[in-house]
């Protein structure tokens, strides 16, 4: 690349304007880099613990629906009774532009049960309030999950750029100054040589 740039000094200012931006930009990636990185960890982090969390949620919250249908039955008939929840919104924060969801619903677990107590029974509650819990700890998971998704995407993308500035660019403008740099070296060098027969030879 570096031979097929014609050796002028138009040429060499121009190679020199692009060598810094190229570093400008690899300085940029590389900041953009470590901050999606440090946010990533912190997410990774929370999703560890929502996993772990979830998990123990899940098995109290089947054991005491198992405990709901031995005492009152199969309670779907109750649970047909529970709305479909259409509270779930997604909002959205940007970190270094990279969109991170933020999932926001109502929480139910704090709102009046939606059936009735005459046919009911402590179990049910239980369950109810159990898998209210579930609800919530998912959506989080899956607001961290879909957040990890996007950083680590993002971190591949902004990688591949700061390697393509600091391996290729950054070299390619380097040995381009070196080579116009040194060419006109040797072209004033051969002037001044050239310059020197003159004189000696106007002085014969």
């Known amino acids: 690349m570096a031979n097929q740039v014609f050796p002028t000094k ?6 020199k304007r692009s060598l ?10 590389d900041r953009k880099r470590n901050v999606l990185i440090r946010e990533l960890m912190q997410l990774v982090d929370r999703a560890k613990e929502l996993r772990g969390n979830i998990e123990q949620t899940y098995v ?15 309670i779907d008939r109750f649970a047909n009774t529970i709305e479909l929840d259409d509270t779930i919104q997604i909002e959205t924060r940007s970190v270094m532009g990279v969109e991170i969801p933020k999932v926001t619903h109502e929480d139910t677990l704090t709102a009046e049960i939606p059936y009735g107590f005459l046919d009911t029974n402590v179990q049910l509650d239980e ?8 609800k919530n700890m998912t959506l989080m998971l899956a607001e961290v999950d879909s957040g990890v998704f996007r950083l680590a995407t993002a971190i ?3 990688q591949r750029r700061a390697n393509a500035l600091k391996n290729v660019l ?3 403008y380097t040995e381009i100054i070196r080579t116009i740099s ?12 050239r310059m020197k027969i003159i004189k000696a030879t106007k002085k014969t």
């Open 60 to 74: 109290t919250a089947y054991a005491v629906l198992q405990e709901a249908n031995i005492t009152l039955g199969i």
């Open 182 to 193: 040194d060419a006109l070296e040797d072209k004033e060098r051969e002037e001044f040589t």
């Open 10 to 15: 138009g040429n060499l200012m121009a190679a």
């Open 127 to 134: 369950a109810y309030a159990a898998f209210t819990r579930v």
């Open 20 to 29: 810094v931006l190229a570093k400008l930009g690899y300085d940029l990636m």
């Open 170 to 172: 950054i070299p390619r």
């Open 156 to 158: 591949q993308a902004t």
